[in-house]
Every structure is written in structure tokens, then in C-alpha cells.
């Protein structure tokens, strides 16, 4: 599917936040992600021209592609970096699984760091939109970005609780034990995987766990 970069903006030191637009739906769940290629990029290397990234926006929106990135240096990157607004890009797959369950009655505890917040930012924009009755705890390690948005959907929302962690060798802390409770863990590797392994040592079971690990920040 064709895009048009829209606008590319460093909303903080060293995090990109891009818009892109397209010309027809691009038909996905909030908390999804999507493959965003560059195409004849200026620089190259052997990881090649395409990347995934989450939607920060809405489904309601859907015929835009928000994200955010790390600035960096890569080839891919300084590509992104340097293309012109107005410049015509490629979304193609849109995936993932870490979206809403149907049961609204289900408690959700979020769990992520740094801008891992990504996907789940979609999730909550959607959910504040459309006034979905969840029950979602947000522990956000390492707060970085969208924490006065999050704030706020704090204080209109009692069904919704934030709690920012600064120290990551306490999170277990933070965590509350739910028997029912679905549990979705983002960021890198070195922050998922313990973070899992935590989970289930404080014996929160398989099938209560979802968790998508991000590259390439």
C-alpha cells in the first residue's frame, strides 16, 4: 500500500515521531504494528529497507500510520532521517497480536519501558475514544515519552491506573497477581524477557501472557 510521509518531527532528544497517510484503509487493531519500506533508499547495508514498527494512533484512524522510532544511524535510519516530507513510502504487512480481548470484563495489566510504550499507546487512544469499559494497569519502566497524555487518561478514567517505575530492579514490586488477568509485556529483548520470567515465577501462568519483543529501535 502506498504512503505519503506527512511529517517527521524529534519530539524528544533522539525519538522520532512520524505521521503517514494513505489513500485507502489500512484495516488494523489497535496495538498491531506495520511494515514500513523505504523504497531506492540513499543509503544501504545488508539488513536491507524494510522495518516494523507500532502504531501509536487510533484504528478510528484509519488511513494514517503514526509511530515513533529512535533516531539512529544506521542505513535505514539515515535514510528515513533525510527523506523529504512528501516523499511516497510502502506500508505492507500489518500484524501482531497484542490487541484488546473480547472480554471486557478481563483485567489488563501493560507492562513495557522507554518507548516500548508504542503499541500500547494505540491501544489506550483507542480504548479512551471509544469509552471501552476495560480494566487496564499501565506500569511504565523508565517513562520517556507520552507521559502527560498517559497522566491524563489517568484522572478521567478510574478504570484505568498508571504507574511509572524508575528503577527496573523493583518492577516485581509493581506488579499486581490477577488469576484472571491478561498480561501484555513490549520492548526490547533485554526488558521482555526477564520481565516474562519474572511473571512466571510470581506464578502468573502461560496462557495469561503475551508479550512482542521490538528491534531496531
Do not use: H
Request: charge should be neutral; charged fraction near 20%; aromatic fraction near 10%.
Amino acid at each position: 500500500m502506498k504512503a505519503t510521509l506527512l511529517k517527521r518531527e524529534e519530539i524528544i532528544s533522539g525519538v522520532w515521531y512520524i505521521k503517514l497517510t494513505t489513500e485507502e484503509e489500512i484495516g488494523f487493531r489497535a496495538g498491531q504494528f506495520f511494515q514500513l519500506t523505504l523504497p531506492n533508499p540513499k543509503y544501504q547495508d545488508n539488513r536491507g529497507n524494510s522495518r516494523f514498527f507500532g502504531f501509536i494512533n487510533s484504528p478510528t484512524l484509519d488511513m494514517t500510520a503514526e509511530m515513533i522510532t529512535k533516531v539512529g544511524v544506521s542505513a535505514y535510519k539515515r535514510t528515513l532521517g533525510e527523506l523529504p516530507i512528501g516523499s511516497e513510502v510502502e506500508i505492507g504487512k500489518v500484524g501482531g497480536e497484542m490487541t484488546l480481548p473480547a472480554d471486557t470484563n478481563r483485567p489488563l495489566v501493560f507492562i513495557t519501558e522507554e518507548i516500548g510504550v508504542a503499541p500500547l499507546m494505540s491501544i489506550l487512544r483507542f480504548v479512551q475514544e471509544k469509552s471501552l469499559p476495560y480494566q487496564i494497569t499501565l506500569i511504565y519502566s523508565q517513562p520517556l515519552i507520552f507521559t502527560g497524555e498517559l497522566a491524563i487518561f489517568s484522572q478521567k478514567n478510574e478504570a484505568f491506573k498508571l504507574v511509572t517505575v524508575m528503577g527496573g530492579e523493583n518492577l516485581p514490586d509493581y506488579i499486581p497477581k490477577m488469576d484472571n488477568g491478561l498480561y501484555c509485556v513490549t520492548g526490547t529483548s533485554g526488558f521482555v524477557l526477564p520481565t516474562v520470567k519474572m511473571l512466571r515465577e510470581k506464578g502468573i501462568a502461560p496462557n495469561q501472557t503475551k508479550f512482542e519483543v521490538f528491534t531496531g529501535y
